[in-house]
C-alpha cells in the first residue's frame, strides 16, 4: 500500500497542552512512514484545509517537534469554525476532497472539544457520501472537561490544577488583610454550562480556606448565595468565591452575558466576578478583590499537571496508531481503570455518540447546599491535578518553542472564501 499523508489540525480554545496532543500525533506519523508519508498541519485549523494553506510539519527537527510536548497554545493556530451539515453547504466538503485529493492526504486528525468532534465526524462521512476515502480520527481537548465517554479530557487537569493553586495563593493573601480590609476574594473560572472547572476550586477547602462555588449546573439563588458569604465571614473573616463564567440567573440569563455572540452563535461571556463582587458590596457591605483567569488559566504552562501532559500525549498518539488499524470516526478516550492508587489507559468511542453532547457535573459530585463539591468529586478531581511536569527554563523564563510552520506549496488554481 502506497503511503498517504495525513492532516492534522488545531480547533477551538487552545491549552497548555494541546501541542503535547500535536508531538504525539507527528512522532507516532514518524514512526510509520511506510504508512504515513508526511504530516500537515492547517494553519489555522480546519480552515488552513479549506483555504489550502498547509503546514509542512517535515521541515521541523525531531527536537522541535518534541519540543512542542512542553509548549502552550496551538503551535500552528486554531480557529472557531464550525463546518455546516453536508445538505447545507455541500460546498465546503468538495472543496476539502479537492484539497485532500490534491495532497494525496488519506488521514484527518482534528485536535478539539465538541464543536470539533462534530466537524471531524462529518468529515468521516466522506468516503461513503463523496466516494473519498479518508479516516477521521478526533483528538480530545478541551479544558471544559465536557465531551462525554472519555473520562476527563485533556487539558482540564492542567486548568483544574492552576485554578486550585490560584485560587489558595489568592486566599492567603486575602486572609492575611481580612482584619482590616479586604473580606472577599472573587475568581471567574471558564465553563459555559458545565462546572469541572470552578468545581476545581473546591479542591482547596482540606486546607481550611472558607470557599464558596457558583456552578452552571445550579441556579443561582443570590439571598441564599449572600446568606452563605455572610456565615463564612463570621465564622473564618474572610471568603473566597470561585464562579463559572456560566452561572446563571433562574430567568436563564447568564451573569456574564454581555449581549454579544461568538462565531459558533454562543453567547460571548465575561464579567460574572465583578457582578458578584459588586452583589456581596451592595449586600453587605464587604470590601473585596476580584480576578478573571480567562487565558491565563488555560496557557499556564508552567504550572501543568503530569498526568494531563501525559494523557495529552497519549491521545494524540492513539489516534494514529487506531487509524492504522482501519479505524474511522472514533476518538481515542481515557479509562480510569483506578482511583487509590490512580490509573488510567487509552480507549476509545463512536464520534456519533460524542458529536454535540455535552457532559455536565453530576449531581453527586456537588454538595447538597449547591456551594460545594463532595467527597466523591474530591476523588475524582485530585488524581488529574497530579505531578508536575515543568518547561526548561531559560533566564528565568520559560523556553518554548516557535515552529518554522513552513507552507505546502498549492496544487490547486482556484481560491476558496469562507
Not at 81 to 110: P, T
Amino acid at each position: 500500500m502506497t503511503a498517504k499523508n495525513a492532516f492534522y489540525a488545531q480547533s477551538g480554545g487552545v491549552t497548555a497542552v494541546i501541542n503535547a496532543s500535536a508531538c504525539g500525533v507527528i512522532e507516532a506519523a514518524r514512526r510509520h512512514k511506510d504508512k504515513i508519508a508526511n504530516v500537515y498541519a492547517g494553519r489555522n485549523g480546519i480552515i488552513g484545509a479549506l483555504t489550502e494553506d498547509l503546514i509542512d510539519t517535515s521541515q521541523e527537527s525531531d527536537a522541535a517537534i518534541a519540543a512542542l510536548r512542553h509548549t502552550p497554545s496551538g503551535a500552528f493556530g486554531s480557529c472557531r469554525y464550525k463546518l455546516k451539515s453536508l445538505e447545507a453547504n455541500r460546498r465546503e466538503y468538495e472543496r476539502l476532497i479537492e484539497v485532500f485529493k490534491a495532497h494525496d492526504i488519506g488521514y484527518f486528525f482534528y485536535n478539539g472539544g465538541g464543536d470539533s468532534a462534530d466537524t471531524c465526524y462529518k468529515i468521516s462521512q466522506l468516503s461513503e457520501a463523496m466516494g473519498y476515502p479518508i479516516q477521521a480520527v478526533h483528538v480530545p481537548k478541551t479544558v471544559d472537561n465536557d465531551l462525554p465517554i472519555t473520562d476527563n479530557c485533556p487539558g482540564f487537569g492542567s486548568v483544574a490544577k492552576y485554578i486550585a493553586t490560584s485560587a489558595l495563593e489568592a486566599s492567603y493573601d486575602v486572609r492575611s488583610m481580612a482584619k482590616t480590609s479586604t473580606k472577599l476574594f472573587v475568581l471567574e473560572v471558564m465553563g459555559r454550562h458545565a462546572g469541572w472547572i470552578a468545581a476545581a476550586g473546591g479542591l482547596i477547602e482540606d486546607q481550611g480556606i472558607p470557599v464558596l462555588i457558583l456552578f452552571p449546573e445550579i441556579e443561582f439563588d443570590q439571598e441564599r448565595f449572600l446568606a452563605q458569604v455572610k456565615q463564612k465571614v463570621e465564622e473564618q473573616g474572610f471568603c473566597t468565591v470561585v464562579v463559572s463564567e456560566g452561572a446563571k440567573h433562574p430567568d436563564g440569563r447568564f451573569l456574564a452575558e454581555q449581549g454579544t455572540r461568538d462565531a459558533f452563535g454562543h453567547a460571548q461571556l465575561g464579567g460574572a466576578a465583578p457582578v458578584v463582587a459588586n452583589m456581596v458590596k451592595e449586600g453587605l457591605g464587604y470590601k473585596f478583590h476580584w480576578a478573571v483567569a480567562d487565558y491565563l488559566q488555560r496557557a499556564a504552562r508552567h504550572l501543568a499537571s503530569k498526568t494531563d501532559v501525559d494523557q495529552a500525549y497519549a491521545v494524540g498518539q492513539a489516534a494514529v496508531e487506531l487509524a492504522l488499524q482501519g479505524h474511522n470516526s472514533i476518538m481515542p478516550t481515557i479509562r480510569r481503570t483506578g482511583s487509590d492508587p490512580y490509573r488510567w489507559e487509552v480507549g476509545e468511542a463512536p464520534l456519533a455518540e460524542v458529536a454535540n453532547v455535552e457532559k455536565f457535573m453530576p449531581r453527586d459530585f456537588i454538595s447538597a447546599d449547591g456551594f460545594g463539591i463532595t467527597p466523591a468529586c474530591k476523588e475524582y478531581l485530585f488524581p488529574l491535578i497530579q505531578g508536575e511536569d515543568y518547561p526548561p527554563f531559560h533566564n528565568g523564563l520559560p523556553a518554548y518553542v516557535t515552529l518554522k510552520n513552513a507552507s505546502v506549496a498549492k496544487r490547486l488554481d482556484a481560491s476558496f472564501e469562507l
